[in-house]
């Protein structure tokens, strides 16, 4: 699981990759763009 967060949104992203993914292809795939969950607090609360 690789999580993350952007410098203007304070809620935490996770997203799951398999095991054998290489660096590379975790980069890959962040870099694509593809929302994962957010966790934090909401829109509404801050």
């Not at 975790?26 to 763009?33: E, G, V, Y």
Request: contains cysteine; hydrophobic residues 35%; aromatic residues 6%.
């Amino acid at each position: 699981m690789v999580e993350w967060e952007a410098a203007n949104d304070p809620r935490v992203q996770r997203r799951v990759f398999p095991a054998d993914c290489t660096p590379s292809q975790i980069a890959d795939a962040l870099k694509a763009h593809v929302p994962g969950r957010r966790y934090g607090p909401r829109d509404e609360e801050e």
